[in-house]
């Protein structure tokens, strides 16, 4: 009885031991998502109305469906004749999604 007691003791260690080991390997070598990127540029033009941002809501619905993630976005002002720098702003914008 008793060493039917020592072999399941084992047994139970070992099953531990393996396990623990495994759950290691695990956490020190994780899978790296790999992404690819893309870049768009769109133009919002200031009329007398404000901006009109129909265009850039629809390519951004586009992109979405397509399983591209907006990640950044950079915005450059032309100034106007007047130097008001409500004139045309471009926006730079930064997509990922996985590979």
């Known amino acids: 009885m008793k060493d039917k007691l020592y072999v399941l003791l084992v047994v139970v260690l070992l099953c531990l031991f393996v396990g623990t080991e495994r759950a290691q390997l695990q956490r020190t070598s994780p899978t790296r998502q790999a992404w690819e990127y ?9 009329s007398s109305g404000g ?3 129909t265009q850039i809501l629809t390519k951004l619905t586009e992109l979405g469906s397509q399983g591209w993630e907006l990640v950044a976005v950079n915005t450059i002002e032309d100034a106007t004749d007047s130097g008001n720098p409500l004139g045309t702003k471009h926006l730079i914008q930064y997509f990922k999604r996985p590979k």
Do not use: G, M, W
Not at 38 to 46: A, F
């Open 38 to 46: 893309k870049t768009i540029r769109l133009y919002r033009e200031y």
């Open 51 to 53: 901006f009109d941002d």
